[in-house]
C-alpha cells in the first residue's frame, strides 16, 4: 500500500529529510560544545540556528574547483552517489501509518543495496582526486565497507526472522507487543557497530581520518561537492538512526503522543547517540577495526542467526 | 569494551557540567589592575608631564616599537618632543615600565584596541597621555630629584639637604 498522495510524500520527506540533515550541522556542533564544556555557534539568530543559513551561503560561493590531475567526469559524479543513495533509501521509511513514499516488500533489502552502493561515492572520489592520501581514504573505505556490510546484513536476519517480513511497516507491526531490541539486543548491538561503520562516522571515520589523511577521500574537494559528501553523511546518520528505531525501538510506536512525534524523538534520540561517539571515542587502527569485524562481528552475527531461528522454530 | 561504556558516561555527564567559556561582549574576564595591556603616559600631580626623555623606554623595547625626541623646555625641564608607539608591533612585554626611571610610562589592564586600519595602531603622545599620575598618586619627579630647573635650585628639591658651604671650617 503506497501513500495516497505519492507526490506530497516525495516532497514531505525530501524536504524533512534535507532539513534534518543540515540543521545537524548546528545540533553536531551545539552538541559537541556542551560536552566539551563550550557553548558553540550561538551568535547567529536564535540560539545560532542561522548559522546553517550562513554555513551553507558560504559553501554555495565558494570556489569549486577541480584538479587538473583528477579524472574530471567521475570526480564530479561522485559526490553525488552518496546523496541519491541515501536519498533512495528514505523512501521506505515508514514514518508514521500511511506516511511513506514506496511501501516496498523487501524494504530491508533495498536498504541493504542501497547502503552498498553507497560506497562506491567514497571509493570513486579516492580514485578519481588522483591523490595518495584520497586514494588511502578511498582504499580504507572499501575494505572497510566489505567488512561491515557482511554481518550489517546477517544481524537484521533476526528481525526478519521474528517478523517474518522484509516490509519495513510490517516489521513495526510486528513490535505492537514488545520492541525487538529485547529479543534481539546482541542484533541490534551489532547493527549499531555496523551502522556507525556505514556512515563513516567517527569512530570510524577511517576513510576521512583527518589526523592521518588530511581529509581522506575528499581531500580534494572544495565548495558545494565537498557540502555534498556532507550532507550524506549527515543523511546517512539520520536513516541509520530512523532504522535503529524502526528496526529495534518500535517506530512509531508508543503510548500518548502522535505516532510521528514518537518516531522523530527516537531518531533524534540515536542521533544523538551518534554524536556522543564522536565526542568521546577515539579511532581504532585499521587492523583493529578488520579484525573486528571479520573475527568478531561476523561469527557473533552468525550465532545470533543461529539461536534466533532454532528459538523460533521450538516455539513455532 | 567496559572502558568505552565508561568514556561515553564521562563525557555525557559533562552535559550537567557548567561551560568555561566567557561570553565576551556581554561578560568580561576580570582583569588585575597590574595586567599588562594598553600603554599610557602620565602625568605628575600638579599636572606637567612625568616624562623626561631618557630613551630608556626606547632602548629597553624589544621590538622598537617605540619612538621618541627628547627636548627642553625655557625652564630647563626635559620633556619628549613627540612620543609615538607603534602598537602594531608592542609585544606589551612592560619592560618599558620597568626602564622608566620617573614613572612616566605605565601600562593599564586595557586590551580592546581593535582597529581595521593598521596606520590607526600608531599612538601619538595625545592619544597616549591620561590626565592622572596612574599607578604612583603621589609621585612628583621634577619635585624630588636634584637637577636644577627654573623656579626650583640647588638643595630645593624635597628631602634633600642644601647646598654645603665648601668655605665653612666646621664639621
Not at chain 1, 528505531?245 to 540515536?270: H, N, Q
Not at chain 2, 630608556?56 to 619612538?67: G, M, R, S, W
Not at chain 2, 622608566?100 to 601600562?107: D, F, N, R
Amino acid at each position: 500500500m503506497t501513500s495516497p498522495h505519492p507526490f506530497a510524500a516525495i516532497l514531505g520527506v525530501l524536504i524533512v529529510a534535507l532539513t534534518i540533515a543540515s540543521g545537524l550541522i548546528w545540533y553536531e556542533r551545539r552538541l559537541l560544545a556542551l560536552w566539551q564544556d563550550r557553548y558553540g555557534p550561538n551568535r547567529v539568530g536564535p540560539f545560532g540556528l542561522l548559522q546553517v543559513a550562513a554555513d551553507m551561503i558560504k559553501i554555495f560561493t565558494k570556489e569549486d574547483w577541480i584538479p587538473p590531475f583528477a579524472d574530471k567526469p567521475v570526480f564530479v559524479l561522485a559526490p553525488a552517489i552518496v546523496i541519491v543513495t541515501v536519498l533512495l533509501t528514505f523512501a521506505v521509511l515508514p514514518i508514521a501509518p500511511g506516511i511513506i513514499v514506496s511501501d516496498l516488500n523487501v524494504g530491508l533489502l533495498f536498504f541493504l543495496a542501497m547502503s552498498s552502493l553507497g560506497v562506491y561515492s567514497v571509493v570513486l572520489a579516492g580514485l578519481s582526486s588522483d591523490n595518495k592520501y584520497s586514494l588511502l581514504g578511498g582504499v580504507r573505505a572499501a575494505a572497510q565497507m566489505l567488512s561491515y556490510e557482511v554481518f550489517m546484513g546477517l544481524s537484521l536476519m533476526g528481525v526478519v526472522v521474528l517478523a517474518g517480513s522484509f516490509n519495513l511497516v510490517k516489521i513495526v507491526e510486528a513490535q505492537q507487543k514488545m520492541w525487538f531490541v529485547i529479543p534481539q539486543f546482541l542484533g541490534f548491538i551489532l547493527f549499531l557497530i555496523a551502522g556507525i561503520a556505514e556512515t563513516r562516522r567517527l569512530p570510524f571515520d577511517l576513510p576521512e581520518a583527518e589526523s592521518e589523511l588530511v581529509a581522506g577521500y575528499h581531500s580534494e574537494y572544495s565548495g558545494m561537492k565537498f557540502g555534498m559528501f556532507f550532507v550524506g553523511e549527515y543523511l546517512g546518520v539520520t536513516l541509520i538512526s530512523a532504522l535503529i528505531a524502526i528496526l529495534f525501538f518500535g517506530g512509531w510506536l508508543g503510548p500518548f503522543l502522535p505516532p510521528i512525534v514518537w518516531f522523530f524523538i527516537k531518531v533524534l534520540f540515536f542521533i544523538s547517540f551518534f554524536v556522543l561517539l564522536r565526542a568521546s571515542l577515539p579511532r581504532p587502527r585499521f587492523d583493529q577495526l578488520m579484525s573486528w569485524g571479520w573475527k568478531l562481528m561476523l561469527p557473533l552475527a552468525l550465532v545470533n542467526i543461529l539461536v534466533t531461528g532454532a528459538v523460533v522454530l521450538a516455539f513455532r | 569494551m567496559l572502558s568505552v561504556l565508561r568514556t561515553m558516561w564521562g563525557v555525557f555527564l559533562h552535559t550537567f557540567h557548567h561551560r568555561v567559556t566567557v561570553q565576551y561582549p556581554e561578560e568580561r574576564a576580570y582583569l588585575a589592575p597590574r595586567y599588562r595591556g594598553r600603554i599610557v603616559l602620565t602625568r605628575d600631580p600638579d599636572g606637567g608631564e612625568r616624562c623626561v626623555g631618557c630613551y630608556l623606554c626606547a632602548a629597553a623595547c624589544p621590538v622598537d616599537c617605540i619612538a621618541l625626541q627628547a627636548t627642553e623646555d625655557e625652564n630647563g625641564r626635559r620633556y619628549p618632543e613627540f612620543f609615538r608607539i607603534n602598537f602594531s608591533r608592542c609585544i606589551f612585554c612592560g619592560f618599558c615600565e620597568d626602564a622608566c626611571p620617573t614613572y612616566a610610562i605605565q601600562l593599564i589592564p586595557d586590551v580592546e584596541m581593535g582597529e581595521y586600519d593598521r596606520q590607526n595602531l600608531v599612538y601619538e603622545k595625545e592619544q597616549l597621555m591620561i590626565d592622572g599620575p596612574g599607578k604612583y598618586p603621589g609621585y612628583n619627579y621634577w619635585k624630588v630629584c636634584g637637577v636644577e630647573i627654573g623656579g626650583k635650585g640647588k638643595g630645593e628639591a624635597e628631602r634633600e639637604a642644601s647646598d654645603t658651604d665648601l668655605r665653612r671650617l666646621l664639621p
